[in-house]
């Protein structure tokens, strides 16, 4: 048998190998996406997380300052008028904050809804579970290239060595 012959059964055999891999190579490269769409909504939750956690202190802050002004205009707390316009101006400050929260809050919780709705995710704690570490995410992804890598040389060399090249 010729070295040629040889040589070219070789590289078909290590294509072959290589081919034969490629459902596994397609279900890591799965994973990994399934990842980076799990990790697309678990950053829109935790925005949206930040957004609610300001509204809801926006809102307590402007019903804690209503709730004072009340008593001081009812004049529970003994204040005067200086002070009764000054938890005035803290509640309209209070409302104020808290009308500045709810768009940014509300933007989030859409963001939040289209990465959902974009991903193949029904919830975040299923987002949650497919995410993969950033080892884990470098180390598939080595492997990837690394296939891919060896795919193409292969394919290279059995093009090379093929008589119709």
């Not at 078909?12 to 190998?17: C, I, S």
């Not at 990790?39 to 957004?51: Q, R």
């Amino acid at each position: 048998m010729p070295v040629h012959a040889v040589d070219i059964d070789a590289a078909f055999d290590r294509l072959e190998q290589l081919y034969a891999e490629l459902p596994a190579m397609e279900a890591l490269a799965e994973r990994l996406e399934r990842s980076r769409d799990a990790a697309a909504v678990t950053a829109a939750a935790e925005e949206h997380g930040t957004h609610q956690a300001l509204l809801t202190a926006a809102e307590e802050g402007e019903r804690c300052a209503r709730a004072a002004l009340e008593a001081a205009q009812e004049g529970e707390a003994g204040a005067s008028e200086a002070r009764v316009d000054e938890l005035r101006r803290a509640a309209v400050y209070a409302g104020s904050l808290k009308g500045y929260r709810i768009g940014p809050e509300r933007h989030a919780r859409h963001r939040l809804e289209s990465a959902l709705a974009e991903s193949p995710f029904s919830t975040v704690a299923e987002a949650t579970e497919a995410l993969l570490d950033a080892t884990q995410t470098t180390v598939l992804e080595q492997q990837l290239a690394s296939y891919r890598a060896q795919y193409a040389e292969a394919l290279a060399a059995c093009q090379a060595l093929s008589p119709d090249a």
